[in-house]
């Protein structure tokens, strides 16, 4: 008897080649895609949020330091901007409608906000990211806001898992991913756990191994840019690492699924140059909506 092909399976990382899209004046950050399928990323210290188009990148809107971003179901897009220490929202053409966190959230005070997530039902969480003090904040759709979690060595990459209510979180400078089970009371022992570390340089520099921005798979698989390596790390539903791809970014910062492949976002140096890649891996991204 014959079986057929696992049409889920990962692409073998020996065979798999990134292909570069865009050399870019500035290193990027926050790739998003709207409902349309439009692919946008924001370019930090150039301030601005841009959008692929005819195989250019064209200026979509300004911000001071724009870095995560995610965008709504109805075009609106919500943009981490460290320069602000906010969140802002954008409309869908690229209109700044101003500020939707708090200047202070539990009495902390925000600092560097950088990557975010969407429940569609209920908000957005956020990560500041600061040295050993990195937070993660939720931003109700009623105003609310509270912390998830503190005292992170770098809070950076975010994801959120609605049907199971389940929060990914980049320990930079640990080399490692939180998972958040928002199940759970922050005082239980597994409200946060160490889902995964990370492969480490073999140069073991400390800013070689840094974990950044991360996207879900529709298999559930958790897919890491993994800044200072040049790679896309793959970690199973339980953590194993299942492989590591070339990104051709040696500072990759950020992933998205584009179709059924995988959009990078970094760079050769910060601020610049910057590029955006993309490797075919024949599989499809999670949806919030």
Known sequence: MMHKPDQNALPDPE???????????????????????????????????????????????????PNGQAILRNGDHLICDSFSACVLKYDSDGILLGSVSPERIEGHKVRCPNDIAIDPDRGFYFTDSVRKEGMVYFVGWDGSARIVARDIDFANGIVFQREKKFLWVAESYKNRILKVDLNAQPEDADYITVFAYLPFNKNNTETGNLPDGMALDIEGRLWVAHYGMQAVQVLSKTGSLLASYDSAIPLTSNVCFVGDEIWMTGGIAEPGPGRLARIKVGIGGYSLF
Do not use: C, N
């Open 15 to 65: 065979t798999t080649h990134s292909e570069l899209i865009l050399e870019l004046e500035h290193y990027t950050e926050g790739p998003a895609v709207d409902p349309e399928g439009s692919f946008y990323f924001t370019d930090l210290a150039g301030q601005g949020i841009r959008k692929v188009q005819g195989g250019r990148s064209v200026q979509w809107g300004m911000g001071g330091r």
